[in-house]
């Protein structure tokens, strides 16, 4: 899913994040971070590793897989970016 692509750039942009945190970055329960994070394991995008300082938490790392889909997701979204700043000139151009 989309939420579960973004759950992949979020790991890539901060490695070693948990769940929580995916969770207060994404309006997200704890528990359905928990289920994503299940699924995108058992996918073998990501792996998980008991913190070194605080061993409750777990630190979720991109596997090779999940790091060149969120890459990818990650190229496609500046694309957009790049598109619309385009359109926008565009418009702005055809209005004067």
């Given amino acids: 899913t989309m939420t579960e692509v973004h759950l992949l750039v979020d790991i890539m942009e901060q490695p070693g994040i948990g769940v929580s945190e995916l969770g207060r ?14 699924k995108l ?3 073998g995008m990501i792996t ?3 913190n070194e300082q605080h061993a409750r938490i777990l630190d979720l ?6 790091l060149a889909i969120a890459r990818e ?3 496609i979204n500046h694309f957009y970016k790049v ?7 565009l418009q702005e151009t055809n209005n004067k």
Wanted: aromatic share 2%; proline share 3%; charged share 20%.
């Fill in 25 to 38: 970055l994404n309006l997200k329960t704890r528990g359905a971070i928990s289920q994503m994070v299940k």
């Fill in 41 to 43: 394991e058992q996918s």
């Fill in 48 to 50: 998980k590793s008991v």
């Fill in 61 to 66: 790392h991109l596997t090779p897989l999940g």
């Fill in 73 to 75: 997701h990650a190229e």
């Fill in 83 to 89: 598109l619309q700043c385009y359109n926008d000139i």
